[in-house]
Nanobody
Framework: QVQLVESGGGLVQAGGSLKLSCVAS????????MGWFRQAPGQEREFVAA????????YHADSVKGRFTISKDNAKNMVYLQMNGLKPDDTANYYC??????????????????????WGQGTQVTVSS
C-alpha cells in the first residue's frame, strides 16, 4: 500500500504562483511514475502533468504547458507541481497520483486516470480574477 498526501494549495490572484507538493509513504522502495490531475466542480478529473519513474521525462497538458512544471525527488519520495501564471480556469481540486506499474510509460499512458492505482485526497487551488 502507498499513501499520498498533497499540500500547498490555497487562494491566489490571477497571475500568481503556487507550488504543490505530494509525499508518498508506505511501499515506496521503488521509483514510480507520478502524476497530477485536477477536478473542478461538475467536471471530470483531468490530466495536468506526469513524470517518469526516474524523473527523466515529463509530460504536461496543453492547457498548462509553459506555466506549470512537474518534478520529483525520489530520495524524498516527493513530487512537485510548480504553477506560474495562474488563471481562474485553473481553479480546481488538485490530486497527486501514483502508478505502481514497472512496465509501462509514455504520454498517452500517463495521461489516463485509470493508469494510476493510488490517489491523494487532493488540495484545493482557487484563483481569483
Amino acid at each position: 500500500q502507498v499513501q499520498l498526501v498533497e499540500s500547498g494549495g490555497g487562494l491566489v490572484q490571477a497571475g500568481g504562483s503556487l507550488k504543490l507538493s505530494c509525499v508518498a509513504s508506505g511501499r515506496t522502495e521503488r521509483n514510480y511514475n507520478m502524476g497530477w490531475f485536477r477536478q473542478a466542480p461538475g467536471q471530470e478529473r483531468e490530466f495536468v502533468a506526469a513524470v517518469s519513474r526516474n524523473g527523466g521525462r515529463t509530460y504536461h497538458a496543453d492547457s498548462v504547458k509553459g506555466r506549470f512544471t512537474i518534478s520529483k525527488d525520489n530520495a524524498k519520495n516527493m513530487v512537485y507541481l510548480q504553477m506560474n501564471g495562474l488563471k481562474p480556469d485553473d481553479t480546481a481540486n488538485y490530486y497527486c497520483a501514483l502508478d505502481d506499474s514497472q512496465w509501462f510509460s509514455g504520454s498517452e499512458y500517463l495521461a489516463q486516470v485509470r493508469t494510476y492505482k493510488y490517489w491523494g485526497q487532493g488540495t484545493q487551488v482557487t484563483v481569483s480574477s
